[in-house]
């Protein structure tokens, strides 16, 4: 395939030679979970369960809430001990169903095998996704089924398979290439049906050859499935961005692929469709990259969700004596977290340590008008102008300087010689945004 680029993007240390030559390895089952009511955007569930109840792994704790909801499930068998209020890594807070482990392993019994799996009617294909409790795993944890349901007058005629994993240190997606390619591409050709499209691409950087190398054999010569091989640069792999490199179409501002006939789904996402749709499976454990110079043995781990990160930091080894900052996902665009209490959620990508030297957010000195920031934005936006309109309150004019079309890449906040916090007042003025509209409807 010819293969364009997009505008702007950065080029930081990869990290990647940590872990992405590591086999995933399955953590021992933890002691107690604590899975969060809400892991996807959208309104968050409502529990089914009690204090003191017996539940199953892969059994439903609380039901979907609404359209855009997805249910969650238990990830492992045990007693429930209550549904509390815990540090939740993306909201801050949030409330959550904590299972203690039972003295056995016991799964639902409606976890089988169906051979007919893609004779399926769509509907009951979405159906069994939404009660499976998808929601995107490359990070966006937008629930599965509503973006598998375009309305009849957007006419979708590609859908774009992500396995590009741009985010610096990460390498969960490449090692799900690696290992679980014919799910992911099982996953991929349902998309496709659900979506009635005849045409699908596989994005991947060419700092993952082997994944390539592996994809194209499962392919098989497929006519209506290829491959598209991006140079690396960050952030590739964030929707608009991998669109633009792959069919040169542009989302409009304030639109979505949907909008020029596109869906993007994650390869992870793409193989928890099929464990879904073929198996009944519902989402109860993610793959994820554990990483960083703070990191004793950084490994990928397919983990319960629930599993707080200590868990999981003690079968990497443990911190080392430097290990400062601790990261939800990568460098670019993770959440820092406030310790290693917090759970595993649907999102969670990655755990990134990082030592002081690395970590250190230098203070903020006066713009220099170099113009960097502006050379580099993907969503040819004025970083600068938009932080000096939210730090002076002018909300409505960063509005109409198209905020909202940030996508948080951090790229702009990585090539400042000035160390401005561009992204991070430009996500709050997005909030305010937000907020401003919700008040005036
Ligand atoms: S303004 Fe937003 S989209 Fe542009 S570089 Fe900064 S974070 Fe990325
Ligand atoms: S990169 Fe930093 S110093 Fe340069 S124009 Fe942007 S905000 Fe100013």
């Not at 390539?212 to 499935?225: C, G, H, K, L």
């Not at 960083?292 to 969700?305: C, D, F, H, M, T």
């Not at 309109?389 to 960063?398: F, G, P, S």
Request: charged share 25%; aromatic share 4%; proline share 7%.
């Amino acid at each position: 395939m010819k293969i364009k680029s997009f505008h702007g993007g950065v080029h930081p240390f990869e990290g990647k030679e940590f872990t992405e030559k590591k086999k995933i390895e399955i953590l021992p089952l933890p002691g107690t979970v604590s899975i969060p009511l809400a892991q996807h955007i959208g309104a968050p569930t409502n529990p089914i369960v009690e204090k003191g109840q017996e539940v199953k792994a892969g059994e439903k704790l609380a039901e979907a809430n609404g359209y855009i909801s997805v249910p969650v499930h238990a990830s492992i068998s045990g007693k429930v001990k209550g549904i509390e209020d815990i540090d939740h890594p993306v909201a801050g807070r949030g409330k959550a169903v904590t299972i203690v482990a039972g003295e056995s392993e016991e799964w639902i019994d409606t976890i089988r095998e169906d051979k007919n799996y893609f004779d399926l009617s769509v509907d009951e294909m979405r159906n069994r996704i939404r009660e499976a409790g998808l929601a995107g795993m490359g990070g966006a944890t937008f629930p599965t089924h509503v973006k598998l349901s375009p309305p009849p007058d957007k006419k979708i005629d590609t859908a774009i398979l992500n396995g590009v994993e741009c985010e610096p240190y990460l390498t969960a997606d490449h090692r799900l290439m690696l290992e679980y390619p014919e799910d992911i591409l099982n996953g991929f050709r349902l998309i496709m049906k659900i979506l009635g499209v005849q045409r699908g691409i596989i994005g991947i950087e060419n700092n993952k050859r082997d994944a390539v190398e592996v994809m194209r054999q499962y392919i098989n010569n497929s006519n209506n499935i290829k491959i598209a091989v991006f140079p690396v640069k960050y952030p590739q792999g964030a929707e608009k961005q991998l669109i633009k490199a792959t069919l040169n179409r542009e989302v409009p501002s304030g639109g979505l692929p949907m909008d020029i006939g596109v869906v993007v789904q994650n390869v992870g996402t793409a193989k928890a469709v099929y464990d879904a749709v073929a198996h009944r499976r519902p989402l109860t454990h993610r793959v994820l990259t554990v990483t960083g110079s703070g990191i004793r043995e950084p490994k990928n781990v397919l983990a319960p969700i629930g599993t707080p990160f200590q868990d999981i930091v003690d079968f990497c080894g443990g911190l080392t004596e430097k290990a400062s900052k601790i990261i939800m996902g990568g460098p670019m665009m993770g959440i820092s977290q406030p310790h290693l209490k917090v759970p595993v959620v649907k999102g969670t990508s990655g755990i990134l340590i990082l030592e002081e030297k690395e970590s250190h957010l230098r203070p903020e000195e006066p713009c220099i008008n170099c113009g960097r920031c502006v050379l580099v934005c993907p969503s040819h936006l004025l970083p600068t102008t938009l932080q000096m309109l939210v730090y002076n309150e002018r909300i409505e004019e960063a509005e109409d300087l198209h905020i909202m079309d940030c996508i948080e890449c951090g790229s702009c906040s990585y090539i400042c010689p000035a160390n401005r916090y561009l992204v991070q007042t430009i996500r709050h003025g997005k909030r305010q945004v937000i907020q401003a509209r919700k008040k005036a409807s």
